[in-house]
């Protein structure tokens, strides 16, 4: 065993951060996107179909294995599609092991050649956080990401709350404090004679409205964190008894649907102090030079932040994050 692992080349580690660019799932060339027979299931689920519906519409069989069908002109896998002016996966939070896996591929690990190879068409390659020798092997073989308790695979994409590997609890906190120093900033900026918000809740059911919550990595950590510890039941409101549910709803259990934020309720929000920056900059009414200009700018400061620590950087839609942290 220790001469095999004398003879790998990473064994000091190798640096990757996923940058949402999609590029690893388009290409010129076919390929294949191999998904087992428990992923077809979630899938199926999470697309409301039958299996048998899901492999005659979207997958193809390949020897005795099924893969994920491409667009026959750009050979992007089917699921990748325009979300916010960048490719982004539609099923992200039921993606298979070989999604979750990339780039610690077999292929990509044979040689410093064919990593660097790897490296000229993914830009989160050699960039980011360090895994060590004894993470990638473990993400590497891993065979399911389903209901496992160190879903290593998961965290290299970022689920909704990194693993412990990434940063200790210190750091966390340290992480959460300058989360709520950036809204603080971010607060600050809104000039509340032409930023008014009247409470209506419109915003917050995304579909009738017309957009989608992004939300970052720390935000999550800092959202979770504060919400799971609101004060004691007995002087909870019956709108945050609700909320903490919501959050610590059992992991595994059916996909949150529908795209109303599940933290409103009678168009208030549960969890308005810990809102996301999304929530604090969106107005209906509002000068929106300076929404994107806080924007840009609040997005700059939380990847900044994210680099600081070395914690996993990623940029996602909420339900899509909460749904992710459901399977993890």
Not at 294 to 305: A, C, G, P, Q
Request: glycine share 6%.
């Amino acid at each position: 065993m220790k001469s095999v692992v004398k003879n790998k080349w990473y064994i000091a580690g190798l640096h990757f951060e996923c940058r949402q660019c999609g590029k690893c799932c388009s290409g010129l060339q076919e390929g294949v996107i191999w998904i087992s027979r428990h992923e077809i299931n979630m899938l199926a689920d999470r697309l409301g179909i039958t299996a048998s519906e899901l492999r005659k519409k979207h997958l193809k069989r390949i020897g005795f294995r099924s893969s994920i069908k491409e667009n026959p002109c750009s050979k992007d896998c089917i699921f990748l599609a325009e979300l916010n002016g960048s490719k982004g996966c539609t099923i992200y939070d039921v993606r298979p092991m070989q999604c979750r896996s990339w780039p610690f591929w077999p292929g990509n690990l044979q040689s410093p050649d064919d990593w660097n190879t790897a490296a000229t068409k993914c830009p989160g390659v050699n960039k980011g956080r360090l895994y060590t020798f004894d993470e990638i092997q473990k993400i590497k073989n891993q065979k399911q990401w389903w209901n496992s308790g160190n879903n290593l695979a998961a965290a290299v994409h970022g689920g909704l709350y990194p693993p412990p590997l990434v940063a200790g609890d210190k750091s966390l906190a340290l992480i959460c404090d300058q989360v709520a120093k950036i809204y603080d900033w971010l607060d600050s900026n809104l000039k509340p004679s032409t930023n008014r918000c009247s409470a209506c809740g419109k915003c917050c059911n995304f579909e009738s409205f017309g957009h989608k919550l992004f939300v970052t990595t720390p935000e999550l950590l800092y959202f979770s964190k504060n919400v799971k510890n609101l004060r004691s039941t007995s002087t909870q409101t019956p709108l945050e008894a609700r909320c903490q549910r919501r959050l610590t709803a059992t992991k595994g259990g059916p996909p949150l649907t529908g795209q109303t934020c599940p933290y409103l309720e009678n168009d208030k929000c549960g969890a308005r102090n810990y809102r996301f920056a999304g929530c604090r900059i969106f107005f209906c009414k509002t000068d929106t030079e300076l929404q994107t200009k806080l924007s840009e700018e609040t997005v700059k400061k939380f990847r900044l932040l994210c680099d600081k620590f070395n914690f996993p950087y990623r940029y996602i839609d909420l339900m899509t994050a909460l749904n992710s942290e459901r399977n993890q």
